[in-house]
């Protein structure tokens, strides 16, 4: 639901954005066209949206624009009134990953984890960011094989990240 309504959002701020010159100029009004084309979809749902789902697409918004200052602060404040949420805790400790805060991100990826060892998608994260920054590659290995088998169990899914296939690189023992 979010990346419909997400994409909505950009698509619509592209068609009302258009030209080459002034690139800068241009993407901050992409991102200002695709907020207000958002409150305007949310304004005319009639409360489909609660505000948790509004929370994490605008949050999801922001990341599109790269605005990581903008994409924490969201994620914290939406962590912090729902503590127990998975999903929120998976999307701060991904964001904290790739915004240069990286063990803070694998920090709250440990714990995660550590409250359901078996969880595939938090194999997955954790493994996969472990691999992304470089750290204890056999350790991603190990995350990554054991969420493969678990999902492999159920149904054949190739290991991939939104971005597309990663693969652990290990060094050469010479």
Not at 98 to 109: M, T
Not at 127 to 154: K, P, Q
Request: hydrophobic share 45%; with cysteine; glycine share 6%.
């Amino acid at each position: 639901m979010f990346a419909v309504l997400l994409m909505l959002a950009v698509v619509a701020a592209h068609e009302v954005v258009t030209g080459e010159a002034a690139m800068v100029a241009s993407w901050a009004d992409e991102l200002t066209s695709a907020r207000s084309v958002f409150r305007e979809f949310v304004r005319r749902s009639n409360g489909v949206l609660g505000p948790r789902e509004i929370q994490l697409a605008e949050a999801q918004l922001s990341d599109h624009f790269s605005e990581s200052e903008d994409v924490l602060a969201r994620l914290e404040g939406l962590n912090t009134q729902f503590p127990n949420d998975i999903e929120v805790a998976l999307r701060l400790a991904d964001a904290y990953s790739r915004y240069e805060q990286v063990d803070r991100g694998l920090e709250l990826f440990e714990s995660l984890l550590e409250r359901a060892p078996s969880n595939p998608s938090r194999l997955n994260a954790l493994g996969f960011t472990l691999a992304d920054v470089g750290r204890d590659l056999d350790r991603a290995e190990i995350l990554l094989r054991r969420e493969a088998g678990l999902c492999s169990a159920r149904v054949a899914v190739p290991l991939m990240r939104p971005s597309g296939p990663k693969y652990v690189k290990r060094a050469s023992a010479t």
